[in-house]
């Protein structure tokens, strides 16, 4: 099984550029999560997908859209990239029980720059 | 905002050593989990202990928590330069359907040869 695959792994964007970063599972998970990484400041969350169907707001939202296009797809947007977007952005998913006794899946990233 | 805050950030062992990292947080919890991440990589789970639990196990890894103080650690026995990575300890205090997960800032664990 690929597990969860992050497209694609390395991005360089001019400020004002958009772009979308792709993510998708093969495990039937419910719930899917979008991450950035900063040195020093661990993982925040962007957006998340409880379910297909439905979107939140996690963190830190603002600059980024989402879309669960079906129960394996969750896209991440960027409509007009900033240096402060520079960053490591992990996917991850998950399927909660009833008592919440699952861990995340982890992509490998997206490591992008925004100049 | 941050829940979890892993202690110390940087530890430097010898191989056969033990590692021990701890984690404090803010709020109530439903579980704690802790991740690995090796340079470069996503993370990766490695173990979950429940709000009710107190102590587990999973091979060389030994996970505490004490809700009373907030706060969790993670021993790693004999470790060895393979355990070199970054470790992260995530908190579940979500309600309902809305499951998930706010890390810390990790810890670089080093495992000298």
């Known amino acids: 099984n690929a597990g969860v695959t992050q497209t694609p792994k390395f991005q360089v964007l001019k400020t004002g550029q958009s772009m979308t970063l792709q993510c998708a599972q093969d495990?039937?998970?419910?719930?899917m999560y979008w991450y950035r990484q900063d040195p020093g400041m661990g993982l925040r969350l962007i957006y998340y997908?409880?379910?297909?169907?439905?979107?939140d707001k996690g963190e830190v939202p603002n600059g980024y859209n989402v879309s669960r296009l079906n129960k394996r797809e969750f896209s991440l947007r960027l409509e007009s990239a900033a240096p402060s977007q520079t960053s490591v952005y992990f996917c991850?998913?998950?399927?909660?029980?009833?008592?919440?006794?699952?861990?995340?899946?982890f992509g490998s990233g997206t490591r992008l720059t925004v100049v | 905002s941050q829940q979890g805050e892993e202690d110390p950030q940087a530890l430097s062992i010898q191989e056969g050593e033990n590692a021990t990292m701890n984690c404090s947080y803010k709020?109530?919890?439903?579980?704690l989990q802790w991740y690995r991440q090796n340079s470069g990589r996503g993370l990766v789970h490695l173990i979950l202990?429940?709000?009710?639990?107190r102590e587990k196990h999973s091979g060389r890894l030994r996970v505490t928590l004490d809700t009373s103080k907030k706060s969790s650690s993670l021993l790693i026995t004999a470790s060895r330069a393979a355990d070199t990575a970054s470790y992260f300890c995530?908190?579940?205090?979500?309600?309902?359907?809305?499951?998930?997960?706010?890390f810390g800032k990790g810890t670089l664990l080093t495992v000298n040869p």
């Open positions: 991850a998913s998950t399927s909660p029980g009833p008592k919440s006794v699952y861990g995340y899946t």
């Open positions: 495990m039937n998970h419910n719930s």
């Open positions: 997908s409880a379910s297909e169907g439905t979107t």
């Open positions: 709020t109530s919890i439903n579980n």
């Open positions: 202990i429940r709000s009710n639990e």
């Open positions: 995530a908190t579940d205090n979500s309600g309902g359907s809305n499951y998930k997960l706010t």
